[in-house]
């Protein structure tokens, strides 16, 4: 049976499907507005028509999840395909985001590799196994998520009403290796308050953007040591970026305010409260240094901040494995410096979760955003095999 289905999935058909994934819109347009109904419908479509029952879940109005589900016989674990909606906006593009254009082997477009591709990867395998009369003992779950490139509400929604799943996959790029953990991620807005006055006389002033500079300063020559101690034996150390900057009005006047939006990058063991007072710490030393000093940290608290790792002893992790080396492939077991929505499903609904995908995440969000057919088609075969194992992989009494 399981060759029978590896030579049903068509490389033809499963381009034909990411294509048409592809040139459906459903970039984000802010952290907070996304465009995810249409793709969702899309795929609740096809799922319904090969016999998935099939919830549309809306986490805010207008921007569902899919969910849908293949019941098997009984007696087998149940598996969960999951990927993203979603895309990043498309403006800066070098190529037409929405065509899907074909080009010396590899798929271009929004959401090629970030992360059509694996849907479209997981919607084949699921039709081909309706036409070649496949039968599982568990259930097969395919879902999506909305805003998976903002706040996580879609995988944090869905992660709280799941149940009975055993395992499950996130399709983000990983470059085929068996993703078992990443960082978390939390945004912090500093800011600091001066006194405005003429550019010509800055000494009646305080300027907002200097002191800013002090406190970058004081958090360069301290994060990193502090960042060392705090190593992750696969992981690695937090990182912090320091990504956005606004301040003052105009050349000739002293500015009153600055704001910086950092990126801090999270491993086990820290927590919204441990990265902000880690900074408050720091800042105090300088006030202690400069009384005038005014400055203040925020965390943005959500979903995103939590990290996410099991363990590779994970029946799903051994699947994979041997699904890879059916296909001639030595499985590779690493960790992710990014964020995806196997968090939730780790953290909240406590699933053994692993990422695993086609592509290299460096394409992702790119001006030339693609995937590479050949890995894409290889990507199917391995989730095919990895359906066959686990969904029939009998339940112990």
């Known amino acids: 049976m399981s060759q029978k289905l590896l030579d049903g999935i068509s490389r033809d058909a499963l381009v034909s499907l990411a294509q048409a994934l592809i040139r459906i819109p459903s970039a984000v347009k802010g952290i907070d507005e996304g465009n995810e109904l249409e793709v969702a419908n899309f795929i609740a479509e096809r799922l319904e028509r090969i016999g998935f029952e099939v919830e549309l879940q809306e986490p805010r109005e207008g921007r569902p999840n899919v969910i849908g589900t293949l019941r098997g016989s009984g007696g087998g674990y149940n598996l969960m395909l999951n990927g993203h909606l979603d895309t990043v906006e498309t403006s800066g593009m070098t190529i037409d985001p929405l065509a899907g254009k074909v080009m010396d082997g590899k798929l271009y477009g929004r959401g090629a590799v970030d992360m059509k591709g694996s849907l479209a990867a997981f919607i084949h395998v699921a039709e081909t196994m309706k036409k070649a009369g496949v039968e599982l003992k568990g259930d097969l779950t395919l879902s999506g998520c909305m805003d998976e490139e903002g706040r996580a509400v879609g995988s944090q929604t869905m992660a709280k009403s799941l149940i009975e799943i055993d395992a499950a996959i996130v399709g983000e790029a990983t470059g085929m290796k068996i993703g078992i953990g990443h960082k978390g991620l939390t945004f912090i807005t500093l800011r600091t308050y001066g006194k405005a006055t003429h550019g010509s006389s800055p000494q009646h002033g305080i300027n907002a953007i200097m002191e800013m500079n002090k406190v970058l300063t004081a958090l360069d020559n301290e994060l990193p040591k502090r960042f060392e101690r705090k190593h992750h034996p696969t992981l690695g150390s937090p990182t912090y970026n320091v990504g956005l900057i606004h301040g003052g009005y105009s050349a000739n006047v002293v ?21 902000l007072g880690e900074i408050e710490t720091i800042l105090d030393k300088l006030r202690q240094e400069d009384p005038n000093l005014k400055a203040e940290a925020k965390a943005l608290d959500w979903v995103k901040a939590l990290p996410m790792e099991i363990s590779k002893d994970e029946y799903i992790v051994q699947s994979i494995s041997k699904s890879l080396r059916a296909l001639g492939r030595e499985p590779e077991i690493t960790t992710l410096p990014y964020w995806t929505d196997a968090s939730s499903f780790v953290n909240l609904a406590h699933i053994p979760t692993v990422v695993f995908g086609p592509g290299d995440v460096r394409q992702a969000h790119s001006a030339d955003e693609y995937v590479d057919i050949q890995e894409l088609l290889t990507y199917a075969k391995t989730i095919a095999l990895t359906i066959l194992d686990l969904c029939n992989r009998m339940r112990t009494p």
């Open 255 to 275: 500015p009153d305010r600055c704001e910086v939006e950092i990126d801090r990058r999270m491993v086990p063991g820290e927590t919204i409260q441990s990265v």
